[in-house]
């Protein structure tokens, strides 16, 4: 368990702050209106909803005693349609100042156990379109697509999970990836930014010389003294 960090089961209590973790959420996100509405009492009864249905796991995490994070998840199955029962990931989100501090994947690595537990066998997950930093995140933790979803057998994501949090100090490599393409884009940016300065710049002087041009008398009214 990292230090300062924890998980635990939300209860009635913790609804108001699942509130406030959904519109962070909400507003961070580049699609946010289809993450949750933004009625906080409509939003809090479906919170509420979540709850008390059967299969329903929400849980909240915290660092240093603040919550600063959620996962919204459902058991489904068996049904008529088949014996297996999997968990569907509705929704993970940890707050911008309290990332990278292995928040995440305690979430993941709590609900995972909780799925193992019932045995469900797969996960499914539902990123957002757009959401690319969840893409990435679920992609590196063996997601892989199907469908509309994602999804990874319950033991691989433990194994995963298992896997990362034993070094924690591997994941800066992306990191510095991630770096050096942001300057990379940066740099072209500011390239072709000049390039629009110099061509516009180049367009106000024509401009200027055919409006001057126009202005000037001709040779024929020109009087001579």
């Known amino acids: 368990m990292r230090p300062g960090v924890h998980v635990s089961p939300a209860g009635p209590d913790d609804l108001d702050t699942l509130v406030e973790l959904c519109l962070a959420a909400r507003t961070e996100a580049a699609v946010g209106a289809q993450l949750c509405t933004d009625d906080t009492e409509r939003l809090r009864d ?5 709850l008390a249905v059967p299969g329903g796991l929400i849980l909240v995490g ?3 005693g603040t919550p600063a994070g959620m996962l ?3 058991l489904v199955g068996p049904s008529l349609f088949t014996d297996a029962v999997s968990l569907n990931l509705e929704a993970v989100y ?13 979430l993941l690595a709590t609900v995972a156990q909780q ?5 469900a066998i797969d996960v499914y997950a539902t990123p957002l379109p757009g959401s690319r930093g969840m893409q990435r ?3 590196r ?3 892989a697509p199907a469908a509309a979803h994602r999804v990874v057998t319950t033991s691989a994501l433990q194994r995963r999970l298992a896997h990362e949090g034993a070094g924690p100090a591997r994941r800066s490599a992306p990191r510095g990836l991630e770096d050096l393409i942001a300057r990379r884009r940066q740099v072209r940016e500011s390239r072709s930014a000049s390039a629009a300065i110099d061509q516009a710049s180049v367009s106000i002087t024509m401009q200027v010389n ?3 041009q126009m202005r000037r008398p001709s040779a024929s009214s020109t009087t001579t003294w």
């Open 94 to 106: 940890v707050l911008p100042d309290a990332r990278r501090r292995g928040l995440g994947h305690m």
């Open 72 to 74: 919204l998840a459902r």
């Open 141 to 143: 933790l063996g997601f």
């Open 46 to 50: 479906q919170l509420g909803t979540l």
């Open 137 to 139: 995140f679920l992609a």
């Open 115 to 119: 799925a193992d537990e019932s045995g």
């Open 62 to 64: 915290t660092v240093d």
């Open 210 to 212: 055919r409006a001057v």
